[in-house]
């Protein structure tokens, strides 16, 4: 048995997650805040929000907290509702690891519940005292990307603990491809796209057709090449039959982006602890996306998607992998045989 809980910040860690959870052959339950909805009949434990009131979570309280949490509010009923829930369903299950994605908090909590826990390392640059606490009490580290596109920076001891595993996609997706088509990806964990924006980049090479999926500003003005689509549920289909693909620097979206070699323009968002800024970085220079230092000026549009479609033949091999969620299932596999194994040994 194991718990997977997933943080609420954006798409892509509830889209990793049922990814593996389709993979794993055992019994897994999702945790976290508003999944029954979206999980096609995984089991799951929804949990309250902890967010502040002002709905926006940036990962500051404004509490006095230890150097060892990142995020504690005090007072918060939905937090104490949370913990006793979590507490309550590893009490009751008794599961044989956790997958935490991502809380320094809920690692911990699954960690004082005596369960071995396989944390969610994502990008960027994470040597501060709560991320290296849950690194260290961590039975594995998972790392949803290659490990050529890893921090520089990051400790040989963490690299030692982590499981790489770029290209965690949806199975099945056919690739037939419009290379006409232009397709910007705005993701739910930051701020709508400025529509205004692409409305400009769509008039400046009309020959191709434009369509933004996710949250956007519609503008006033929009040209015959541009749709605004909105949120689709059929990402992972439209990225892979794209011409070029325009979007930051997430996991999800880079992960569908290199496994289905499409090219690549990136802007990244800025996120806590730098983590879209290292990802592009590392893009950048591994030739796997083409990164505007700035803004493009209306006739840059056209160099830069050129430079894109020549990207995904000079990609290194192990950027492109699609298989990413059975090898994780494969691993998970493999790290609950020795609890198995003690809990045997025990009756």
Request: proline share 8%; aromatic share 6%; charged share 20%.
């Given at each position: 048995?194991?718990?997977y809980?997933?943080?609420?910040?954006?798409?892509?860690?509830?889209?990793?997650a049922?990814?593996?959870?389709?993979?794993y052959?055992?019994?897994m339950?999702?945790?976290?805040?508003?999944?029954?909805?979206?999980?096609?009949?995984?089991?799951?434990?929804?949990?309250?929000?902890?967010?502040l009131?002002?709905?926006?979570?940036?990962?500051?309280?404004?509490?006095?907290?230890?150097?060892?949490?990142?995020?504690?509010?005090?007072?918060?009923?939905?937090?104490?509702?949370?913990?006793?829930?979590?507490?309550n369903?590893?009490?009751?299950?008794?599961?044989?690891?956790?997958?935490?994605?991502?809380?320094?908090e809920?690692?911990?909590?699954?960690?004082?519940?005596?369960?071995?826990?396989?944390?969610?390392?994502?990008?960027?640059?994470?040597?501060?005292?709560?991320?290296?606490?849950?690194?260290?009490?961590?039975?594995?580290?998972?790392?949803?990307f290659?490990?050529?596109?890893d921090?520089?920076?990051?400790?040989?001891?963490?690299?030692?603990?982590?499981?790489?595993?770029?290209?965690?996609?949806?199975?099945?997706i056919?690739?037939?491809?419009?290379?006409?088509?232009v397709?910007?990806?705005?993701?739910?964990?930051?701020?709508?796209?400025?529509?205004?924006r692409?409305?400009?980049?769509?008039?400046?090479?009309?020959?191709?057709?434009?369509?933004?999926?996710?949250?956007?500003?519609?503008?006033?003005?929009?040209?015959?090449?541009?749709?605004?689509?909105?949120?689709?549920?059929?990402?992972?289909?439209?990225i892979?039959s794209?011409?070029?693909?325009?979007g930051?620097?997430?996991?999800?979206?880079?992960?569908?982006?290199?496994?289905?070699?499409?090219?690549?323009?990136?802007?990244?968002?800025?996120?806590?602890?730098?983590?879209?800024?290292?990802?592009a970085?590392?893009?950048?220079?591994?030739?796997?996306?083409?990164?505007?230092?700035?803004?493009?000026?209306?006739?840059?549009?056209?160099?830069?998607?050129?430079?894109?479609?020549?990207?995904?033949?000079?990609?290194?091999?192990?950027?492109?992998?699609?298989?990413?969620?059975?090898?994780?299932?494969r691993w998970?596999?493999?790290?609950?045989q020795?609890?198995?194994?003690?809990?045997?040994?025990?009756?």
């Amino acid at each position: 048995m194991i718990g997977y809980y997933i943080h609420h910040q954006g798409e892509g860690h509830r889209q990793r997650a049922a990814a593996i959870a389709a993979a794993y052959r055992g019994p897994m339950t999702l945790i976290g805040t508003g999944l029954g909805a979206r999980l096609n009949g995984i089991p799951c434990l929804d949990l309250p929000d902890d967010r502040l009131p002002h709905g926006q979570f940036d990962g500051r309280d404004k509490a006095i907290r230890p150097p060892a949490l990142h995020y504690a509010p005090l007072h918060h009923t939905g937090v104490r509702e949370r913990v006793a829930l979590i507490a309550n369903w590893i009490a009751e299950a008794q599961p044989d690891l956790m997958i935490v994605d991502v809380s320094v908090e809920v690692a911990m909590l699954a960690r004082l519940a005596s369960v071995p826990v396989a944390y969610v390392r994502l990008s960027g640059r994470r040597s501060d005292p709560p991320h290296c606490d849950a690194f260290a009490s961590a039975q594995a580290l998972l790392a949803p990307f290659a490990e050529p596109l890893d921090d520089m920076e990051i400790p040989e001891w963490v690299k030692q603990k982590t499981f790489y595993a770029n290209g965690i996609i949806p199975t099945g997706i056919a690739r037939s491809v419009d290379p006409t088509r232009v397709l910007v990806v705005a993701g739910r964990g930051g701020e709508a796209a400025d529509g205004a924006r692409w409305a400009a980049a769509a008039a400046a090479v009309p020959d191709r057709t434009w369509r933004v999926i996710g949250p956007s500003v519609v503008p006033a003005r929009i040209p015959e090449n541009l749709e605004f689509a909105g949120w689709v549920d059929g990402a992972d289909a439209e990225i892979a039959s794209a011409g070029v693909v325009i979007g930051a620097a997430g996991d999800g979206l880079v992960s569908a982006v290199l496994a289905h070699e499409r090219p690549f323009i990136c802007f990244p968002e800025p996120r806590a602890f730098d983590e879209q800024a290292v990802k592009a970085e590392r893009l950048a220079a591994l030739g796997a996306a083409v990164v505007p230092a700035i803004w493009p000026e209306a006739e840059q549009w056209r160099m830069l998607i050129a430079a894109a479609e020549r990207q995904p033949s000079q990609r290194p091999a192990a950027l492109r992998v699609r298989d990413g969620a059975e090898r994780v299932a494969r691993w998970l596999e493999q790290l609950t045989q020795a609890p198995q194994a003690l809990r045997e040994a025990r009756s």
